[in-house]
């Protein structure tokens, strides 16, 4: 037993402790947001009273909604009733205010009222849902102000009009005991007067000792059963106003037990001669009122801040009422301000029973229709910001979700779908094998390949032949090897590139091509001066010969070599990716690294084309025995044709098309120079042999 004086508590000190076991209503408010924001309700109606209270309410929200995107659509102030003899006009009042509200196109209201004027309210509703037959589907959010509970006129009241209504509740918990300490309540005891005064007033029924006559009610025994009484009137659970004061009292208890111990403490060091013997001063105990904690017999904890506010949160509570007057308080969330944050706001939105006119389905509470994904929202003039027009996504932009304020453009390897609503993953795009265009080109490759196989195997055959001598058999043979190697270097550039493909494919074709070109334009020379010394008195027979054709064959290749080794050292091709080449393929393709070296070598093989197109045409006029120039310039004319219509063509494609351009120009230009110059001499080897004589080469001569 503590051995302790301590003063009575005045009333200032009663207001104050009581003030602080409370909890703030700062959780309320953002409960009240969170709890919208969770429904996507933002286009709200707000109700309060026309006072400084009602005011501070009202401006609260009004702060706290822009910050989250919602909109007060309806505001409406309920008059403060002030005299009791001016009912009637009051009630026409609230009839009109409650016209208001049924008719507004706002489906969820926010309010705060104390239970006298909620009563008015309801009567207010009530009378108007009488006299029109209006379904009141409306969504009631209300503040721990208002408990059905704590009015017993409710029970007299049809309180229909806020079935499915969501009410914040002061949080409390199952005290062990409480109900047992309420059954062993009997109004016989003389320790609390309130018992008899309450137990007539619950039971209409009166006691013998009260002075009243029985005719304005029956007899109270003292046995009837509070569990028997109406939830609307009584309730066996503790309410949060009781569970408050509950946690008060124990608060104090705690925070005079502190306050001893550090008296006693105090005593023990100063010693028993100085005996701590002031009296306990009110304001003392605050100071260990803020720093308790202790958790309670329901478990909770118990503890104020540094507001000298308790940490106390809120229930969320659905009121489902019966068509015989009762209601059922079912919790379905709470406010726990000493949650962790993703756990301060919590409901169970399957437990929630709505007004009968939603159909068990979630209300709707926006100033116009959702913008559903594929669609950004636009802000109304002249109207709210919750008031938007919505336009769909432009083109290569998606939204994702509902009520987005701006499209977004999907991942590089992606893009969006047809609805704009989501992205889709880029396929990649490349000349590959296991496709028609790429079957095609190397069935293409190949073929002209074999062709060459067989055209050569045909001059080394008849090598010794005259008109295979007579058209330089090693040149033919280089400029055969040559185009063989031509044709298979486009299957380079079919599959998915990597780094050896890349360098390879660009390089190694214009390397043997060159060649293949340099070989033309050896032939067309050795051709010119072949027949230049068989004028009287020329002296360029020394320069005729395998040492011109050789040396030409060289040194143009060697310039082309050389070309390819500096690309290839200084700023060689790589694969890459293009991702927005094209709007839903990812392009693999060579980057040619230095674009000028690749034209430079495209330009150099030009080149070469066109000087041996030059001296071609103008030797197209030798003597039959000559006429090879006349082949040779044909060839030379279309693989100039093909490679002027390259560049556009090239340069306008996009992904595997571009390079299918490529490889259709290097087989076109390639066969053109097999065809016109082999295919006249392999015609004349195979079909008319008789004609591949010396004797008939003078004799055409002649």
């Not at 509200?101 to 209201?109: D, M, Q, R, S, T």
């Not at 002296?539 to 310039?559: F, H």
């Amino acid at each position: 037993m503590y051995c302790l004086y301590a003063p009575p508590l005045n009333d200032v000190t009663q207001r104050s402790i009581f003030y602080r076991v409370v909890p703030g209503e700062a959780h309320q408010y953002t409960g009240i947001v969170k709890l919208l924001l969770h429904f996507q309700w933002k286009w709200i109606g707000l109700l309060a009273m026309d006072d400084d209270k009602g005011e501070k309410f009202v401006e609260t929200l009004e702060d706290m909604f822009p910050q989250s995107g919602i909109c007060v659509a309806f505001l409406g102030r309920m008059p403060i009733q002030s005299n009791i003899l001016g009912i009637v006009n009051f009630y026409d009042v609230f009839k009109s205010i409650a016209m208001l509200l049924i008719e507004a196109k706002v489906n969820v209201w926010v309010i705060s009222a104390d239970p006298h004027m909620m009563l008015d309210l309801q009567t207010g509703l009530n009378l108007v849902a009488s006299e029109r037959t209006i379904p009141l589907n409306k969504v009631w959010i209300l503040t721990a102000h208002w408990d059905f509970s704590m009015e017993p006129y409710f029970q007299y009241m049809n309180a229909e009009v806020f079935h499915g209504a969501l009410s914040f509740a002061i949080h409390s918990s199952r005290v062990p005991g409480f109900q047992q300490f309420l059954r062993a309540q009997k109004p016989s005891s003389d320790r609390d007067g309130f018992i008899r005064v309450f137990w007539e007033q619950a039971f209409h029924c009166l006691f013998p000792t009260s002075g009243v006559s029985e005719e304005h009610g029956g007899s109270c025994t003292g046995e009837e059963m509070l569990e028997n009484l109406p939830a609307m009137f009584f309730e066996m659970s503790m309410t949060g106003q009781s569970y408050s004061i509950y946690n008060g009292v124990y608060a104090i208890a705690h925070a005079l037990h502190a306050m001893h111990s550090s008296r006693t403490k105090q005593s023990a060091i100063r010693g028993r001669d100085h005996m701590i013997t002031s009296k306990l001063q009110h304001f003392q105990l605050h100071t260990f009122l803020a720093s308790i904690s202790f958790n309670n017999s329901a478990g909770d904890k118990v503890s104020f801040d540094k507001k000298g506010d308790l940490i106390n949160g809120f229930d969320i509570i659905n009121w489902v009422t019966f068509p015989n007057q009762s209601f059922s308080k079912v919790k379905v969330g709470s406010i726990d301000p000493q949650a962790s944050l993703e756990r301060y706001f919590s409901i169970n939105e399957t437990t929630i029973t709505w007004q009968n006119q939603f159909n068990q389905t979630v209300p709707i509470a926006l100033c116009n229709d959702r913008c559903y994904p594929g669609f950004s929202r636009e802000r109304k003039e002249n109207m709210p910001f919750c008031c938007y027009n919505c336009n769909p996504c432009p083109e290569g932009e998606i939204s994702d979700k509902k009520d987005m304020n701006d499209c977004f453009a999907c991942p590089e390897d992606h893009y969006p779908n047809k609805e704009r609503n989501g992205c889709l993953p880029k396929n990649l795009n490349f000349l590959s094998y296991d496709q028609p265009l790429g079957i095609v080109l190397a069935i293409l490759a190949l073929s002209f390949s074999v062709i060459t196989v067989c055209v050569f195997g045909i001059f080394v055959k008849h090598r010794n032949t005259a008109i295979v001598r007579a058209n330089n058999r090693n040149l033919s043979y280089t400029l055969l090897i040559s185009l063989f190697l031509c044709f298979l270097c486009s299957l380079l550039f079919i599959g998915h590139p990597n780094v050896l493909t890349c360098q390879l494919r660009q390089t190694a074709f214009g390397i043997v091509f060159s060649v293949a070109v340099s070989s033309v334009l050896a032939k067309t020379t050795t051709v010119v001066l072949a027949f230049m010394i068989t004028k009287p008195g020329s002296k360029l027979s020394k320069w005729v010969g395998t040492k011109l054709a050789t040396s030409v064959v060289l040194s143009c290749s060697s310039i082309q070599i050389i070309l390819c080794s500096i690309w290839l050292c200084t700023s060689p091709p790589f694969p890459s990716l293009e991702m927005n080449a094209l709007p839903k393929e990812i392009v693999v393709r060579c980057n040619e690294g230095s674009a000028n070296m690749f034209y430079l070598i495209l330009g150099y093989m030009a080149f070469l084309a066109f000087v041996s197109f030059i001296v071609a045409f103008f030797a197209r006029k030798l003597p039959d025995t000559f006429n090879e120039a006349k082949f040779i310039t044909f060839s030379m004319l279309v693989f100039c044709s093909v490679w002027v219509s390259f560049a556009p063509s090239y340069l306008s494609t996009k992904g595997k098309y571009m390079v299918a351009v490529e490889i259709f120009s290097m087989l076109t230009s390639s066969a053109a120079i097999l065809g016109f110059i082999f295919s006249p001499k392999c015609y004349i080897i195979v079909l008319r042999p008789q004609l591949n004589s010396r004797n008939q080469l003078k004799r055409k001569n002649n």
